[in-house]
Nanobody, 121 residues
Framework: QVQLVESGGGLVQAGGSLRLSCAAS????????LGWFRQAPGKERERVAA???????SYIESVKGRFTISRDNAKNTVYLQMNSLKPEDTAVYYC???????????????WGQGTQVTVSS
């Protein structure tokens, strides 16, 4: 089973940028589907972005054009570049991995511990 550790969260002003990283260990990283999810206080968890082993990506509508998910298989790391941040992006962000893209997008697989992103207005 793969272990995941997120980093890169913090406090940023609206309009700013952050890059989240998620380092993986164990498993065969290059074959995994990877995703970033977030959960804000009082709200349900939502999938922000996902990337297949092939490199194809998907995003929720609210982050399209602002966020970019990418992976570096040589470093066993998945990234989430977040630009033009808005206060409504404030949440705990989690990365996840699964050998099945379908399971990943349903919230299964291995999860990191999360990293807090706070966007001030």
């Amino acid at each position: 089973q793969v272990q995941l550790v997120e980093s890169g969260g913090g406090l940023v002003q609206a309009g700013g940028s952050l890059r989240l990283s998620c380092a993986a260990s164990g498993g065969t990283f290059s074959s995994y589907a990877l995703g970033w999810f977030r959960q804000a206080p009082g709200k349900e968890r939502e999938r922000v972005a996902a990337i297949r082993w092939s490199g194809s990506t998907s995003y929720i509508e609210s982050v399209k054009g602002r966020f970019t998910i990418s992976r570096d298989n040589a470093k066993n790391t998945v990234y989430l570049q977040m630009n033009s941040l808005k206060p409504e992006d404030t949440a705990v962000y989690y990365c996840a991995a699964d050998s099945s893209y379908d399971r990943l997008v349903r919230g299964f697989g291995s999860w990191g511990q999360g990293t807090q992103v706070t966007v001030s207005s």
